[in-house]
């Protein structure tokens, strides 16, 4: 199903791995249609994103009654799987400096990071303070976006470690609905945090990836790993069916830049909302500079 040996690595700030044709287009009409019958969805972010989440009880419904997308689902939740791509992005960046400190000791097939709505204090226990010995797991979601939807630049939870994205159809460029990397606009050898929402002023667009059907990118989830997806318009356009995932930590990963060690930082909030929308900043070990 899947032609891995096809990834290249980019020219981006952070590793960043893309193929197209990776999924033949026959499958990805067939993954189209599954998602497309599907009658319910778990939620709707992103002024028009609806998914279908692991870990939902409408995801395993979801997963029997779809022949196709439960193999793509089955290949990647599987240790395997996951070293092929760990191997894959080792022999495309040799000579890069971002790496985890603390390895994965288990995959497990079942685990999948909770979506639920926390304040800041409620998170930081979630997370917790003893980072090693992390447990590994797939996140996966299969979604369709309408009109309006959107994503402002930012770089994912601090739990993740690996990103992807599968594109089941053909988006024109003028539709929108592009992921666009960045970085940030001022050159620093070494920086003392990565805010997890920068402004958009202190960015500039480094890459820019139409939606191509078949196509996939995976991506370190590295503190500098900053996108977004432009406005998606729908006018004469079909909608924007993708699959999302990623490689995550049942705690944050820490993150090591040639000598020196990037750690989570929550910024204080009451408002209870999901984790993913929260400012979980990387901060320079032993820093507590808020530049």
Not at 91 to 116: C, D, I
Not at 278 to 290: A, M, P, R
């Amino acid at each position: 199903m899947l032609k891995i040996s096809k990834l290249k690595k980019v020219k981006s700030n952070f590793p960043i791995i893309v193929g197209e044709k990776i999924i033949s287009k026959k499958i990805c009409n067939y993954l189209i249609d599954e998602i497309s019958k599907s009658k319910n969805f778990d939620d709707m972010i992103m002024g028009g994103r609806s998914r279908i989440n692991k870990g939902s009880k409408n995801f395993q419904n979801y997963i029997l009654s779809s022949k196709f997308s439960k193999k793509l689902f089955s290949t990647f939740n599987s240790q395997l799987f996951y070293n092929k791509i760990d191997k894959k992005f080792k022999t495309e960046f040799k000579n890069n400096t971002w790496q985890s400190l603390f390895k994965p000791k288990t995959f497990n097939k079942k685990k999948y990071t909770l979506k639920r709505k926390v304040n800041s204090i409620e998170l930081k226990k979630l997370m917790g303070s003893d980072y090693k010995n992390p447990i590994l797991n797939l996140d996966i979601d299969f979604s369709v976006s309408k009109g309006g939807y959107r994503l402002r630049p930012h770089r994912d939870d601090v739990n993740r470690l690996y990103n992807f994205l599968i594109y089941l159809t053909d988006i024109p460029k003028k539709n929108g609905g592009s992921l666009t990397l960045y970085k940030r606009k001022a050159n620093k050898n070494l920086r003392k945090k990565f805010r997890r929402f920068p402004k958009i002023n202190e960015l500039s667009k480094v890459k820019e990836f139409t939606p191509k059907k078949g196509s996939i990118i995976f991506f370190k989830s590295t503190p500098n790993s900053y996108h977004g997806v432009t406005r998606f318009k729908e006018k004469n356009c079909p909608k924007r069916f993708f699959i999302y995932g990623s490689y995550a930590f049942n705690k944050p990963v820490i993150w090591k830049y040639k000598n020196f060690e990037y750690h989570p930082y929550i910024v204080a909030t009451k408002k209870r909302m999901l984790t993913s929308f929260h400012d979980s900043n990387y901060l320079l070990k032993s820093s507590n500079n808020e530049n």
